[in-house]
């Protein structure tokens, strides 16, 4: 008996669960841009032997007796990451980005402290001092944000606030901003003022892997990642730091926040890690911005606006002001099409509700999409924009998408 039926057997309701989730991937298309599809085999590894054993502690210091090999995946694990992005250390035991991100202000910061971060509301995550996450209550965070003119990352405003308020980090990471950041101008800021500089790389980690965005890690104090989104891995997050910080990092991974380890996931990060230094890695992370820039620009073309005009990376934030449909709403229509994305607010706007939706193309380029399906996608959703209130173009739609994505089904590689 195959798996699956023992499941459908065994427990019917989980079973159709998973089913539902299998067909809303198989038949749908991911726009979100945090998602990413895993190979089967990250897949496999995340569900191997290691589910069995408990590790507890840091490298070589293990509470637990039959540590041996775990210590053996954490080090290959932390060496890969070093490798690949040239860290002085890496920990890849902190469970997911926010996670790491906490390690990384508890390691450095004390309950109070200053901080000096980009603004969530301009892109940045919810984590870097958002007033409804645990951050803005744990730590003092003031913001900078973009530049209302050229919507660029308003360093000078960094460096303003850095100087009048001393901070001991500066915080730098986009959750949605799609253009490249300095992180050198960054730094040369923060150490002139005392401070360090943290980034947050967790949307971008792939992409820095393959060299196409800027690699925060010889200019940052602190760098955390994420091997979900662009690198196609499993969930969880990574630290890495420069030399000085390795013991106050590590303490602050362990007690501080993280015991018993995911060592199953730090074996798929692992695989993760090493493929991405492939040439096929590669090869689909430009293509994954080749996608992601062209289809900007056929949206501009059929009369949609984008933030910032553009994207440099594989998101980008799609205005809808010229339709009369909010992103709320527009989410909503994709949704029941077969898209998925999500409704974001855009910086400057003065909208009561959200006119943008924030969008991505990493699955879609998985699948094996180029540049001609993204002149389809741009066709698919004008025609969602201007006739979402049309039962009919609603109907026409939804089968153009299913169509779409039997056109271009999960590759083996990423089989469900």
């Known amino acids: 008996m195959s798996d699956k039926l023992y499941l459908q057997e065994k427990d019917p309701a989980l079973f159709e669960v998973i089913k539902a989730e299998t067909d809303r991937q198989n038949y749908g298309l991911e726009m979100i841009a945090s998602e990413s599809m895993q190979p089967r085999l990250a897949r496999e590894i995340a569900g191997g032997v290691f589910n069995n054993k408990t590790a507890v502690g840091r490298v070589g210091y293990q509470r637990l007796m039959g540590s041996e090999p775990s210590d053996a995946l954490e080090k290959l694990a932390a060496e890969r990451a070093c490798e690949i992005f040239g860290a002085d250390h890496a ?11 906490f390690c990384a202000y508890s390691a450095v910061l004390k309950a109070g402290d200053t901080v000096v971060a980009m603004d969530p509301v301009t892109g940045a995550h919810q984590s870097h001092g958002d007033p409804r996450n645990i951050s803005s209550r744990l730590y ?15 360093y000078e405003g960094a460096e303003r606030l850095t100087k009048e308020l001393h901070p001991k980090l500066i915080v730098i990471g986009s959750a949605a901003y799609p253009r490249k950041i300095d992180y050198a101008r960054l730094a040369k800021i923060a150490h002139e003022n005392g401070a360090l500089l943290m980034a947050d790389i967790a949307h971008f980690t792939g992409l820095v892997s393959a060299g196409m965005a800027p690699n925060p890690v010889p200019h940052a ?17 990574f630290i890495m ?3 000085a910080l390795k013991d106050t990092v590590e303490h602050s991974i362990y007690p501080g926040y993280v015991a018993s380890l995911h060592l199953q996931t730090v074996a798929a990060m692992a695989y993760a890690l090493e493929r991405s230094k492939t040439p096929e890695f590669k090869a689909l992370m430009k293509q994954i911005v080749d996608n992601s820039k062209y289809l900007c620009e056929a949206l501009k073309k059929r009369g949609f606006g984008i933030f910032t005009g553009g994207t440099d990376c594989h998101m980008f934030l799609l205005e809808l002001h010229n339709f009369g449909v909010d992103g709320v709403k527009f989410s909503d229509v994709l949704e029941e099409i077969g ?9 400057f706007d003065t ?20 540049e001609p399906e993204m002149d389809r996608m741009a ?17 026409s739609l939804k089968a153009k998408v299913r169509a779409m994505a039997e056109e271009f089904p999960i590759p083996e590689e990423y089989a469900l």
């Open 221 to 237: 104090d602190i760098v955390t990642g994420s091997t979900t989104k662009t690198m196609c891995g499993p969930h969880s997050g």
């Open 351 to 370: 909208a009561k509700v959200a006119m943008g939706v924030r969008m991505g193309t990493t699955v879609l380029t998985q699948r094996g999409m180029k």
């Open 339 to 347: 898209i998925t994305v999500n409704s974001k607010g855009i910086p």
């Open 140 to 154: 003092d965070f003031h913001f900078f944000g973009l530049n209302p003119e050229t919507l660029d990352i308003d």
């Open 379 to 395: 066709d698919i959703l004008l025609e969602a924009a201007k006739g979402y209130n049309d039962p009919a173009v609603i109907a």
């Open 241 to 243: 730091c420069k030399a």
């Open 91 to 101: 920990n890849m035991t902190t469970y997911s980005g926010s996670v790491s991100n």
